[in-house]
């Protein structure tokens, strides 16, 4: 959690660069004359039927004021399929490779005092012709083909997912992941923590547990530490001494949040939640907590109409009703194939009781 959340979604603009000029004719300053008005999250198919290769995207924002003296503004992309450069009013910020992870890039230094900004994205989606040395066939693609063919993917690409303004103090929590243990009732936490000041500061974790229902604080500590410039992280361990297992048919969850104050500006706070577990195969046979159970797996591509794997705006909770169907069908797994799940999916099998098989780290921390 920072201390203030700005969604860039809704109404941007897209234009085609099929000859790849954009970058040397400066399209990162303004929008092209040409631009289609569209609404971001989307496949850029929506609005170019058939186009693949490079678009460009562009959103007018305002400054947001600072909350404190010395806070960062970051801009994050949730997913860019696949490859993405961002300019910030003509200037550089940052670039990702990847069409299914995350990225957050620190744009203070580019924003208007005041005013408003532009915001330009490059964004490619790969074809069977190499563009910036990249071909689709030599990427991370799903079962992406071109052209379709019968059992493969359309080659969807774009802005997939939020993009989001973020104010955040000085020194921040930039990550935070936790390790419950089913025997002890230990969580083990380690907190990623980012200092944009030029000297050391002290400062004071304070970590408290509580049931994800809700309900009174469960225990709390706190620990000093000292946060050298850039980046550095800590490691805490909590122990609870009355806790429940998670379960396919109880999936009880614990809320870990962990605050960092300094004496240098306001203070900082990170919300995650974990169960204990402990899943394993013993003889030959799955066993959950201690006990054996007969594992009932389906498996999903996030396949939608429309949106190819994001939800059409006419129906937002179709990827939401397949993980309740499958709960009430009587299912206990669901494998995401081809891809990776969206992390909400993810926190939506730890809360239903299903286990989300994964291919990258998340979810529910195993213990």
């Known amino acids: 959690m920072h201390d203030l959340l700005i969604s860039l979604d809704g109404a941007w603009q897209m234009a085609t660069d099929p000859n790849n000029v954009g970058r040397a004719e400066g399209w990162f300053h303004s929008p092209r004359v040409e631009a289609t008005p569209v609404q971001l999250p989307c496949a850029l198919q929506e609005y170019f039927p058939g186009y693949h290769g490079l678009v460009w995207c562009w959103r007018t924002f305002a400054t947001p004021p600072q909350r404190a003296e010395g806070g960062r503004t970051l801009l994050r992309f949730w997913t860019i399929d696949y490859a993405a450069e961002v300019w910030v009013n003509g200037v550089?910020?940052?670039?990702?490779?990847?069409?299914?992870?995350?990225?957050?890039?620190?744009?203070?230094a580019a924003l208007h005092k005041q005013g408003d900004n532009i915001l330009a994205v490059r964004v490619l989606n790969p074809t069977n012709d190499p563009i910036d040395g990249i071909v689709l066939k030599e990427t991370p693609h799903r079962n992406k083909s071109v052209p379709h063919?019968?059992?493969?993917?359309?080659?969807y690409g774009g802005i997939l997912?939020?993009?989001?303004?973020?104010?955040?103090?000085?020194?921040?929590?930039?990550?935070l992941f936790v390790q419950p243990d089913s025997q002890t009732g230990i969580i083990a936490i380690e907190a990623a923590l980012d200092n944009t000041t030029t000297v050391a500061q002290r400062g004071q974790i304070t970590v408290v547990i509580e049931p994800n229902s809700g309900g009174e604080m469960l225990t709390t500590t706190q620990v000093a530490c000292e946060l050298a410039p850039n980046r550095s992280s800590i490691h805490?361990?909590?122990?609870l001494q009355q806790f429940k297992l998670w379960d396919l048919h109880d999936p009880c969850l614990y809320r870990v949040s962990v605050r960092l104050q300094t004496d240098a500006g306001p203070a900082d706070a990170r919300t995650v939640r974990c169960g204990f577990r402990d899943f394993r195969v013993v003889?030959?046979?799955?066993?959950?907590?201690?006990?054996?159970i007969f594992l009932r797996s389906t498996h999903t591509g996030n396949h939608t109409p429309v949106g190819q794997v994001i939800a059409p705006r006419a129906a937002?909770?179709?990827?939401?009703?397949?993980?309740?169907?499958?709960?009430?069908?009587?299912?206990?797994?669901?494998?995401?194939?081809?891809?990776?799940?969206?992390?909400w999916q993810?926190?939506?099998?730890?809360?239903?009781?299903?286990?989300?098989?994964?291919r990258i780290t998340g979810g529910l921390a195993v213990g």
């Open 92 to 108: 550089a910020v940052g670039s990702h490779e990847g069409g299914e992870t995350s990225f957050t890039l620190d744009v203070t």
């Open 346 to 358: 993810l926190d939506m099998c730890d809360e239903l009781g299903l286990d989300g098989l994964r």
């Open 236 to 239: 805490v361990q909590v122990q």
């Open 161 to 175: 997912e939020s993009v989001d303004l973020l104010l955040a103090p000085a020194i921040r929590i930039e990550d």
């Open 283 to 292: 003889n030959g046979y799955f066993r959950l907590n201690g006990k054996r």
């Open 316 to 343: 937002p909770d179709l990827l939401r009703r397949d993980l309740l169907y499958a709960k009430t069908l009587g299912f206990n797994m669901v494998r995401f194939i081809s891809g990776v799940a969206h992390p």
């Open 149 to 155: 063919h019968t059992g493969g993917s359309y080659n």
